[in-house]
């Protein structure tokens, strides 16, 4: 066993007692900034994320699993950076960026190519929460041009910009499942924020959660069998998981304090999450309950 | 009966019967002067007895948080204006919160809302004028509450009587607010600003021109009045006033251990730092009840200079023009709901709340309908604000806006009311407001009490 397996090992060991958590967690970080959107990249071996590096500027760092070492992931980077996504393939990354007083840009980087694409919208809106199709043909994301705040595509080089959704209320989170077939969102139209499938061109749309309180950021698993997603139907935020469907609702997390943005860990078995403890936020990976145990109503 | 103004309150949520407030009695000039009301001395006797509040604590939710997204949500109303967020019940009859809010909605019991707040300006730095001081710029700025208590009380031991807790004074990109400070009372009486980062460091602006000056370096009282002197006589004529002023008021704090120690965060408990939240607001909490601990009168605590909002170096703090229900969610929220349910609860257990008012509120609330950008703009006409502590008579609702939060359908209640009552409370009765010449017309928030 090497070192940092060894390490790996006794921080797992060592996350059994973290109290706050219906499974086995690690903490991945101890600083306690503000911390928001991790996602892994290099096939689980690094978790990107956003943190408030200063009362300047929220920053995009990496964090490598296996020293646990953190670092910028734009060294030079000086605006906001927010809701990071990369494409499967590790091509291309997107972001929002902030470039001025209440204003923002949508980000596509080729990273093969070093280009730049910037997505224009009409309005000063922001754009929210890209998500790439598997096969990297287009990047969904949310943004209100003129209301109710829907669900667009673009390609990678930010051209044939198209609305995928015409809902009321306010769309959020796409996902896509591994296929590329379906992409699950959140929306307001019930009153709170419920989450939904639809196929991938904007049809034959199915609600999958139901309750008074807010279901937000749902992530379809690399098998795409389940959905991790955030909500607070017990009080609190907390992070839970069903199956595709909306079967099967298990809660992951059971705090007073916040447990929020989760995100699926390659192996379909994890999910790494941001946590508030003692009024820290840090990353932390807990394992995913196992079907079956359901805990909870949709 | 003694009513001062005209507010007329209506009947309170939890079934407690209309009551009959102070309005202004015939004018009786020869009391205090022109321009301010006559007084009944028998009735300001009796608000006299009401005064409880050693001190205040003001949290100044800069920028204009949406009332719909927090205390007063509207889940009846349609699509477009009632927003995304569940609402939750509170221990409070008639007080339904959003969702956002799990830890003050367990609170409820300590504290009452007004839903039926109204100023008069739809812009940041005029209405923050106008919530800091009840009266626009026109052009004279009246003084912040905290200078009249701060002239009220006046200066008692090494510590400033009115402390701003953030990064300077709130502002937007043209202007800061003028009612910052003490107005017409004079720069005497404008606050003292210190601020306080996530981590509780606290950095005290006005020692930035004392190179390498740290409290824990501030032992030699003779190395510290030659440096200030030396700085002083770098300065041109017309700064030295007002900076002598400043430094006199920091040289006093740092050299006395008793002020010094209170802004020294690290002698609380781990488990009172924790439940304040690792933030700059939660951690200017936790200050502000140091100070007021320690005898402070007033503590105004900025909510600004971080990053929640897509501005580069902004200080726009709740004004949410873009991403407002991303950022209640994400941010603003989490962090009020733990920082002020911490302050209410540490502050409760303590016994401070029996002798020290709390108040929330911003300048104004944000629009109901929902915009073309899926957020909320400026909106005047109806905000809420939170009250607690001192003389404040908990779990109540008072005033009620319409069925979408657009307007009050109660009478308006005003900053020059929310004023009023601080200073009522504070034992700035309506002789002393008069002989200060200050919050003139203005009414207390009698349903409050």
């Known amino acids: 066993m090497s070192f940092y397996s060894f390490r790996r090992c006794c921080l797992f060991l060592a996350g059994l007692i973290i109290v706050g958590f219906s499974s086995a967690k690690t903490r991945l970080t101890t600083d306690g900034s503000n911390k928001r959107d991790p996602v892994f990249i290099d096939g689980g071996a690094t978790l990107v994320y956003g943190i408030d590096e200063n009362r300047d500027l929220i920053r995009l760092k990496q964090l490598d699993l296996d020293t646990l070492q953190s670092k910028p992931y734009y060294e030079s980077a000086n605006r906001h950076h927010v809701e990071v996504a990369f494409s499967r393939d590790g091509r291309y990354v997107s972001y929002t960026e902030c470039t001025g ?42 943004f209100a041009e003129k209301g109710p705040q829907q669900l667009w595509s673009v390609d990678m080089e930010a051209k044939n910009k198209k609305q995928l959704t015409q809902c009321e209320g306010i769309s959020n989170w796409p996902s ?46 690399p098998n795409g069998k389940q959905i991790a997603f955030t909500s607070l139907r017990n009080g609190f935020y907390n992070v839970y998981v069903m199956n595709v469907d909306g079967t099967d609702v298990r809660q992951v997390t059971d705090s007073e304090e916040r447990d929020d943005y989760p995100t699926w860990h390659p192996d379909g078995k994890r999910l790494a999450l941001v946590s508030e403890r003692k009024g820290k936020f840090d990353l932390y990976m807990v394992e995913v309950p196992s079907p079956g145990k359901i805990t909870t109503k949709r | 009966m003694l009513d001062f103004g005209n507010f007329k309150a209506r009947d309170c949520g939890n079934g407690i019967g209309r009551r009959s407030f102070l309005k202004t009695a015939s004018a009786l000039p020869f009391a205090f002067g022109a321009g301010y009301g006559g007084i009944d001395l028998e009735a300001a006797r ?39 967020f569940g609402v939750i019940p509170t221990k409070t009859d008639g007080l339904q919160v959003t969702e956002l809010l799990p830890q003050l909605a367990k609170r409820s019991h300590l504290y009452s809302v007004i839903r039926s707040m109204q100023t008069t300006n739809g812009g940041h730095p005029g209405a923050g004028t106008v919530g800091l001081t009840g009266f626009e710029e026109n052009p004279t700025v009246h003084p912040n509450f905290g200078s009249i208590m701060s002239k009220h009380r006046g200066r008692s031991g090494a510590l400033p009587p009115f402390f701003y807790l953030g990064q300077g004074i709130p502002r937007d990109l043209p202007r800061r607010i003028e009612g910052y400070g003490g107005g017409t009372l004079g ?69 006395d251990p008793k ?190 009490l």
């Open chain 2, 46 to 84: 009796k608000l006299g007895d009401r005064a409880k509040a050693k001190s205040v604590i003001l949290l100044w939710l800069w920028g204009g948080p949406s009332h719909l997204d927090t205390f007063d949500p509207k889940p009846d109303a349609p699509m477009e204006y009632r927003g995304p």
């Open chain 2, 187 to 255: 720069k005497a009486y404008d606050p003292f600003l210190v601020s306080c980062s996530e981590n509780g460091k606290v950095g005290i602006p006005t020692l930035d021109l004392l190179p390498g000056m740290t409290p824990n370096r501030i032992h030699n009282r003779r190395n510290l009045m030659a440096q200030l002197d030396d700085t002083s006589r770098k300065l041109d004529g017309k700064g030295v006033n007002g900076w002598n002023q400043a430094h006199h008021a920091a040289y006093g704090l740092l050299t």
């Open chain 1, 101 to 142: 007083n209440l204003t923002a840009q949508f980000v596509i980087k080729d990273l093969q190519e070093k280009k730049d694409y910037f997505v224009k919208h009409s309005g000063r809106g922001g754009t929210r929460s890209p998500a790439f199709a598997p096969d990297s043909s287009v990047v969904v994301y949310a």
């Open chain 2, 259 to 448: 002020a010094r120690d209170s802004f020294d965060l690290t002698t609380e408990s781990q488990s009172t730092r924790d439940a304040y939240g690792q933030t700059s607001f939660g951690q200017s909490c936790l200050l502000a009840r140091r100070l007021v601990e320690t005898g402070v009168p007033y503590v105004q605590v900025n909510w600004s200079e971080y990053v929640e909002t897509f501005t580069p170096n902004g200080d726009f703090g709740w004004d949410t023009h873009i991403y407002n229900f991303e950022l209640l969610q994400d941010r603003h929220c989490p962090i009020f709901d733990r920082a002020f349910s911490a302050l209410l609860d540490d502050m409760n257990s303590r016994g401070l709340l029996e002798d020290t008012l709390v108040v929330a509120t911003g300048e104004f609330g944000r629009t109901p309908k929902i915009s073309n950008r899926a957020a909320r703009e400026h909106h005047k006409d109806c905000y809420f604000s939170i009250w607690a502590g001192a003389g404040i008579q908990p779990g109540r609702v008072i005033g009620e806006s319409d069925k979408r939060g657009e307007r009050p359908v109660t009478d308006p209640i005003t900053p020059l009311m929310m004023g009023t009552t601080i200073a009522e409370l504070s034992g700035i009765g309506a002789r002393e407001r008069a002989e200060m010449k200050v919050l003139d017309g203005g009414s207390v928030i009698n349903e409050l």
């Open chain 1, 176 to 221: 896509f499942t591994p296929d590329g077939k379906t992409i699950i969102f959140s929306n307001t139209r019930e009153n709170n924020y419920e989450i939904y499938s639809m196929d991938a061109n904007g049809s034959n749309e199915k609600r999958l959660t139901e309750n008074t309180i807010m279901d937000i950021r749902p992530v379809v698993s």
